[in-house]
């Protein structure tokens, strides 16, 4: 349980979170690993050598018993805590980051908004009210409502383009809800830019099927990505007013408000060409980019060890593996 820091960053820890039947032995800590990050990798309740059931109630339990590890056992404080999501578990992810409101940044990886749209597709409009009604009462798993309730921190989202999972429409990217998730999210934190044309404008950008389509719809825009004067203005209300969320930077004029809009998507989305199951590539796996400015990238990957915690909130127990760098 003793972190090396020989590497660069080596004091920063992911904590790894899988999605829908994923094991952590061949999910998710193999893309931070290789980028050199220490890990903490987990397994849900009932998957591995993870005792229960995952129902809401015991991923909300497992996910703050590994995080408890990760701080009172290897010592690691929240401000060099990265919690990193994929799919399905964006869903324990927000909650880590909603009780753990000082952990350094979120990454979640092709994740969803609301189970309750992508049930919805899948079955008969008369029964909507039912499916709905049984979902709020037993699987309520609403990743932006709780990712709205991480106060400060930076949160990073990765799109994938080919994604054939969290889109209602199968191939239809406008009806992947990872979009519905970053812009409900960026909506909430800079509530004057997302809104109006400005809002309209960034959803068409975000639904964009590829790199060229975002070039184009961007140049429609007269928006370059990487542009000086925004990040002076956003450097600049920082400095003036803070950095406090909900945000209330603004632009002058409509044309302004959609640049920066387009802005402010694009420090927070990657957009990655591949479908929903591959493993994401270590040169994606960067610390986000922070509206406060403090701007560190993460590296870290080594020594490992294995773990069976007992769920201090129910009778199960856990298994975890912690990485080293």
């Known amino acids: 349980m003793i972190t090396c820091l020989r590497k660069p960053h080596g004091d920063y820890l992911v904590v790894c979170c899988e999605g829908n039947a994923g094991f952590y032995e061949v999910g998710t800590p193999n893309t931070p690993l290789e980028a050199g990050y220490s890990v903490l990798g987990w397994n849900h309740p009932g998957f591995g050598g993870s005792t229960g059931l ?6 909300q339990d497992a996910i703050d018993t590994v995080m408890q590890f990760a701080i009172n056992e290897l010592k690691f404080p929240l401000d060099k805590i990265v919690i990193f999501a994929w799919s399905i578990g964006g869903y324990s992810a927000s909650w880590a980051a909603k009780q753990y409101p000082d952990a350094r940044a979120v990454i979640l ?27 709020r009462s037993h699987f309520d798993l609403n990743v932006l409502k709780q990712l709205k309730e991480y106060k ?3 949160v990073m989202f990765v799109k994938r383009l080919r994604d054939e999972i969290i889109c209602v429409e199968p ?5 992947n809800r990872g979009i ?9 934190r800079y509530p004057k830019v997302f809104r109006g044309e400005a809002l309209k404008a960034a959803k068409r950008f975000a639904e964009a099927n590829s790199s060229s389509e975002a070039s184009r719809v961007a140049s429609s825009y007269q928006y370059r990505e990487g542009d000086a004067e925004l990040d ?51 040169a994606l796996f960067v610390l986000p ?8 990238p993460l590296v ?26």
């Not at 990886?109 to 979902?135: C, G, N, R």
């Open 171 to 175: 191939g239809n990217q406008a009806t």
């Open 152 to 154: 400060s921190g930076p």
């Open 54 to 59: 995952p129902y809401p109630a015991d991923e």
């Open 180 to 188: 519905d998730l970053a812009l409900g999210f960026l909506k909430h």
């Open 289 to 296: 980019w922070d509206f406060r400015e403090a701007e560190t």
């Open 300 to 325: 870290g990957g080594g020594q490992n060890a294995y773990y069976l915690l007992p769920n201090e909130n129910c009778s199960s127990q856990l298994n975890v593996e912690f990485f080293a760098a």
């Open 109 to 135: 990886d092709a994740s969803f908004d609301d189970v309750v749209p992508l049930a919805y597709s899948k079955m008969p409009e008369v029964l909507h009210p039912i499916v709905e009604k049984t979902l």
């Open 232 to 282: 002076a203005l956003i450097g600049d209300h920082v400095q003036q007013k803070g950095a406090d969320f909900p945000s209330l930077i603004d632009a002058t004029d409509d044309a302004s408000r959609i640049k920066l809009a387009l802005h402010l998507y694009k420090k927070h989305v990657v957009d990655y060409d591949m479908d929903h199951c591959s493993l994401l590539p270590k």
